[in-house]
DNA sequence: GCAAAAGTGTTGGTGGTACACCCATGG
DNA sequence: CCATGGGTGTACCACCAACACTTTTGC
């Protein structure tokens, strides 16, 4: 392996960086949410030793050799978190300040991962979730990456149907609204956010319905969504293609 | 400048650092985008020398062991083809799948690059701007990711202020309607993108206007972008936060 | 005057928030 | 029958596409 080709240069001085200390390593980090008693949390674990020792940080580790960065990441969750169940998983952005880690140059790949409200994976010890809008100490540039994180969620809950890597396989439109404002970390209401996510396709009724609880109220009509896969269901308000294309 | 690329190293045992075999090399491209004779067109240059002999690539190359990624890019823009005139510069993805390069496991961080109009940046011998909609022979992944770049820039288009680094300083309305025909690969009315972009408060009149042409018409007024600086001008049309709030 | 290009006024539709009101249930 | 929470109907508003119309120029 290690074919370096070199791309082409022009002068050759500058560009003949050090004997290629380019990079001495890669790492696959994710940002995985999840809703939990209504609050947007994230999976951290506590490192034990330096750097940041007693610090907490985003599961992940090194890339291996024959492992793409998308099967990286996945491998590493199950194994190190025992994460297997998400319902959702992209690509956030990458990392690659020189001093990003004190260690030496290596370079972070980081996830944005959802796993759907209600169920509890095992996780190690040393691993818990935090809530997003109050994180505990964090080492490396981890913090920003889940802002990043927060706020590519919050954006695409606005015009995709990723809802559904948040919620359970059926729900009822007001336990959704909990998960939105949650996630958005304002009020959604949850009679306009019925006739949205209606009007757009995303959900649909079952059929089935929850009892009322012991103070009364009318059953609450159980919904899913249509589909489990990404889709953009709001392009753009504006400057969309004219009619006649 | 900068002709061809000259003779590739294998890198010595320094690249040989991670101790699981983890990543051997990472290297940094960039979609540049300017938008020629009313079409929409990426930098490329064309490999002289296997792998992909004759294809076309995007232009970047390694990173230096001690520069971030953004530096990187820039320098390899400024050296190799000498384009520093970049209005916008933003990260697109980062691709690891390890057969991605035939030479080895090699990372790839693209990003995308807007040059405005109008201006022409002297580009060595075997570079060239190629219409983003009819893209020659490719070499790796490249040709994919020159479909993020439109994607991402045709998104943007939509809810930012991105289209200051697709125009000149000072351009008429109607230009600029064909700068973002161009991008977005469909017609845009001047009439009604003079509104939209006047009420979002991206636009402003300079006072200036232009003589008609030999065929008449009323002189065109001139407008300018009143931010070159990315910013969201439209806050997604649904689910924002409460009025009172 | 006539053609051409820029710019304005107006209409109609879509999709959203807010809020009043009706419905079904438990005590 | 009343409190509680779910569900519907409707008013209102912002925003945009389409298109007719007006303005300013060259010839």
Redo the contacts between chains.
């Keep these: 392996?290690?074919?370096?080709?070199?791309?082409?240069?022009?002068?050759?001085a500058?560009?003949r960086?050090?004997?290629?200390?380019?990079?001495?390593?890669?790492e696959v980090l994710a940002v995985v949410f999840q809703i939990r008693g209504d609050r947007l949390c994230v999976l951290l674990w506590r490192r034990a030793r330096p750097p940041y020792e007693e610090h907490w940080a985003l599961p992940g580790g090194?890339?291996?050799?024959?492992?793409?960065?998308?099967g990286?990441i996945r491998r590493q969750l199950a194994q190190k978190v025992d994460v297997r169940d998400l319902a959702h998983l992209e690509?956030l952005?990458?990392?690659?300040?020189?001093c990003r880690h004190p260690r030496g140059?290596i370079?972070a790949?980081a996830y944005l991962g959802l796993v759907p409200a209600g169920i509890d994976p095992v996780v190690p010890e040393d691993t818990g979730w935090h809530p997003a809008v109050d994180l505990p100490d964090m080492g490396f540039d981890h913090a920003d990456i889940v802002h990043s994180g927060r706020r590519r969620l919050r954006?695409k809950?606005?015009?995709t149907n990723i809802g559904f890597a948040l919620a359970p396989p059926e729900f009822t439109v007001s336990q959704l609204s909990r998960y939105?404002s949650a996630a958005?970390g304002?009020?959604?209401?949850a009679t306009n956010?019925r006739r949205?996510l209606l009007r757009r396709g995303q959900i649909e009724e079952t059929g089935g319905s929850v009892a009322s609880g012991r103070s009364g109220g009318r059953p609450a009509a159980l919904f899913r969504f249509r589909t489990r896969r990404l889709e953009i269901t709001?392009a753009?308000?504006?400057?969309r293609?004219?009619a006649g294309?």
């Design positions: 392996m290690s074919g370096a080709e070199t791309g082409r240069q022009a002068a050759p500058a560009a960086p050090a004997p290629d200390g380019a990079s001495a390593g890669h090194r890339l291996g050799g024959a492992e793409g960065l998308d990286s690509q952005e990458t990392r690659g300040d020189p140059r370079l790949t954006a809950l606005s015009y939105y958005l304002h009020d959604v209401a956010l949205v709001d753009f308000a504006v400057l293609p004219p294309s």
